[in-house]
T-cell receptor
Framework: DSGVTQTPKHLITATGQRVTLRCSPR?????VYWYQQSLDQGLQFLIQ???????AKGNILERFSAQQFPDLHSELNLSSLELGDSALYFC???FGGGNTGELFFGEGSRLTVL | ELKVEQNPLFLSMQEGKNYTIYCNYS?????LYWYRQDPGKSLESLFV???NGAVKQEGRLMASLDTKARLSTLHITAAVHDLSATYFC??????????WGAGTKLIIKP
């Protein structure tokens, strides 16, 4: 158990809909990272927050947004969903804002768009 | 821009054999990480390599880092079926972000 909690574990929805994925980082970690992993694909970095502020942005679509709240949990919002958004979405956390240490990953949220 | 290349991307091997996965990167870095992922599961940190010449071992896995050659290796000794997984390397760039390799899918046959 990495200490990173993600909900929901599974989500099935229809095209055009909007979903919210939630992540609670390890106790004491200030950074949260979001990654997307499509079937048999590598990891695509989406976005990082550090202590409530956006720190780095990767290949995140405009239809997607995220935020980190004062209690350090984070939410990833996916809207106008398309079939191609079906993927495993991982949250990871680390203590620092720049990654000089390892990331700890949650179990992921599997999104299926029908 | 830092680029990370893993090879091979797919490896099928017999139990009991030895093999090496390579992780090459394009610009200077002294931080490299290896992760393991079982199918449909989370990523588990295996090794953190933070200096040139670093070598770490855990069971049948050994990782090393040569920052001059910009190369890390993950060596598997006397492979067993339980090591079947996808292995990712990730390299820290100058902006303190991780750049990920594409992953090596390892299948070990009994």
């Amino acid at each position: 158990d990495s200490g990173v909690t993600q909900t929901p574990k599974h989500l099935i929805t229809a095209t055009g809909q909007r979903v919210t994925l939630r992540c609670s980082p390890r106790s004491g970690d200030l950074s949260v990272y979001w990654y997307q992993q499509s079937l048999d694909q590598g990891l695509q970095f989406l976005i990082q927050y550090y202590n409530g502020e956006e720190r780095a942005k990767g290949n995140i679509l405009e239809r997607f947004s995220a935020q980190q709240f004062p209690d350090l949990h984070s939410e990833l919002n996916l809207s106008s969903l398309e079939l191609g958004d079906s993927a495993l979405y991982f949250c990871a956390s680390s203590f620092g804002g720049g990654n000089t240490g390892e990331l700890f990953f949650g179990e992921g949220s599997r999104l299926t768009v029908l | 821009e830092l680029k990370v290349e893993q090879n091979p991307l797919f490896l099928s091997m017999q139990e009991g054999k030895n093999y090496t996965i390579y992780c090459n990167y394009s610009t200077t870095s002294d931080r490299l990480y290896w992760y393991r992922q079982d199918p449909g599961k989370s990523l588990e940190s295996l090794f953190v390599l933070l200096s040139n010449g670093a070598v770490k071992q855990e069971g049948r896995l050994m990782a090393s880092l040569d920052t001059k050659a910009r190369l890390s290796t993950l060596h598997i000794t006397a492979a067993v079926h339980d090591l079947s997984a996808t292995y990712f390397c990730a390299v820290g760039d100058s902006n303190y972000q991780l750049i990920w390799g594409a992953g090596t899918k390892l299948i070990i046959k009994p």
